[in-house]
């Protein structure tokens, strides 16, 4: 049999326009620093996201934090000032009392999540107790909010459904409110509207994307932008 030989053309090293690649050593076989274990760690955790743990549920509760502070301070003023609907005062203390119950846990809640550091053993019992006290406080939070509602839905009902037969001026007719409760009872129903409006622009932001993650990836862009 014959075998036909090949030429192999072989380039001098010294050449100028020559291009070589150098292998990269393998590293995978070497153990990792403690400083690289901390930030492949660190990578790896995500911190909580949701609407909970987002900047908008705190310019959430901003924003609705003057209703209930209004309709309990108005409700305890005007005590007994409205004979036609004597459960209106009794409605704005009580929607006021949830609603400033509701911003509280809320804040709690917000601050808890922006507390939560990855486990490690120096804060492993504070990394435990964290997640016990959200999963107490979650709860709270739903059932004030519950009654929030209620109490706006039932505040609807009892202050529009005498809104054509009210007097605000003459306290001895049986028709009788005072024009400053009732007008704040009316305008702070409307308010609780626009808040909600507010609210379900503010979910529909923090469930696409939250500022920060939408800084790191402009970043991310501006990098890769420039390394081009």
């Given at each position: 049999?014959?075998?036909?030989?090949?030429k192999?053309?072989?380039?001098?090293?010294?050449?100028?326009?020559?291009d070589?690649?150098?292998?990269?050593?393998?590293?995978?076989?070497?153990?990792?620093?403690?400083?690289?274990?901390?930030?492949?760690?660190?990578?790896?955790?995500?911190?909580?996201v949701?609407?909970?743990?987002?900047?908008?549920?705190?310019?959430?509760?901003?924003?609705?934090?003057?209703?209930?502070?209004?309709?309990?301070?108005?409700?305890?003023?005007?005590?007994?000032?409205c004979?036609?609907?004597?459960?209106?005062?009794?409605?704005?203390?009580?929607?006021?009392?949830?609603?400033?119950?509701?911003?509280?846990?809320?804040?709690?809640?917000?601050?808890?999540?922006?507390?939560?550091?990855k486990?490690?053993?120096?804060?492993?019992?504070n990394?435990?107790?964290n997640?016990?006290?959200?999963?107490?406080?979650?709860?709270?939070?739903?059932?004030?909010?519950?009654?929030v509602?209620g109490?706006?839905?039932?505040?609807?009902?009892?202050?529009?459904?005498?809104?054509?037969?009210v007097?605000?001026?003459d306290?001895?007719?049986?028709?009788?409110?005072?024009?400053?409760?009732?007008?704040?009872?009316?305008?702070?129903?409307?308010?609780?509207?626009?808040?909600?409006?507010?609210?379900?622009?503010?979910?529909?932001?923090?469930?696409?994307?939250?500022p920060?993650?939408?800084?790191?990836?402009k970043?991310?862009?501006?990098?890769?932008?420039?390394?081009?």
């Open positions: 049999m014959s075998t036909k030989t090949k192999v053309t072989y380039r001098d090293p010294t050449e100028e326009n020559a070589y690649l150098i292998p990269s050593p393998d590293n995978s076989n070497l153990p990792l620093s403690s400083n690289q274990m901390k930030s492949s760690e660190e990578s790896s955790y995500k911190s909580p949701g609407y909970y743990g987002s900047i908008y549920f705190p310019i959430s509760l901003a924003l609705y934090a003057s209703v209930p502070v209004t309709q309990i301070l108005i409700g305890f003023i005007y005590i007994g000032q004979t036609i609907r004597q459960f209106i005062f009794v409605y704005m203390i009580l929607s006021g009392a949830f609603g400033i119950a509701l911003v509280v846990v809320g804040l709690i809640i917000y601050y808890v999540k922006k507390t939560i550091k486990p490690s053993s120096l804060s492993y019992d990394s435990k107790s997640p016990m006290i959200l999963k107490i406080l979650i709860p709270i939070f739903i059932i004030l909010f519950l009654c509602i109490w706006f839905i039932a505040g609807q009902v009892i202050v529009f459904e005498v809104k054509l037969r007097e605000l001026f306290p001895d007719l049986p028709e009788y409110c005072n024009k400053h409760l009732y007008k704040a009872a009316y305008i702070l129903i409307f308010v609780d509207y626009l808040i909600i409006l507010f609210v379900v622009i503010f979910g529909a932001l923090s469930s696409m994307s939250s920060e993650e939408m800084n790191k990836t970043s991310k862009r501006q990098i890769r932008q420039t390394q081009k």
